[in-house]
């Protein structure tokens, strides 16, 4: 009976540390996203240019590849990816169990995006 409380004990804290793992990553991913296409220049270096120009990009030769993909394949939406990866993360890392009805709506609206 007690190493089943420990157990799930165990099991409710290792979710709670994924979520904030997850959370983090998202935030992370969309500060650099962010980052990268703030400081986007079309003159950068990337899969699909090649120059001989000095990289402008504040994240160098990534932030160029990264920012020169998004718009290219996305165009403005990538503006938007930021902005959900940022609010994505931060509801991960508050602990989303409280809120998994918003979780469940924002997923659903999203279907339609």
């Known amino acids: 009976m007690v190493f089943s409380r420990s157990k799930n004990y165990l ?9 904030e793992l997850f959370g983090l990553s998202f935030l992370a991913c969309s500060f650099v996203l962010t980052l990268s296409l703030l400081t986007h220049a079309p003159t950068d270096p990337s899969w699909n240019l090649v120059a001989d120009s000095e990289i402008q990009n504040f ?16 165009g403005s939406l990538s503006y938007v990816f930021a902005v959900f990866y940022f609010g994505f993360g931060l509801f991960l890392f508050t602990h989303p169990k409280k809120y998994i009805f918003f979780l469940r709506f924002s997923l659903f609206l999203g279907g339609f995006l």
Do not use: E
């Open 11 to 19: 099991i409710f804290l290792l979710r709670g540390w994924l979520y």
């Open 59 to 74: 994240l160098g030769s990534f932030g160029a590849t990264i920012s020169d993909l998004f718009l290219q394949f996305f």
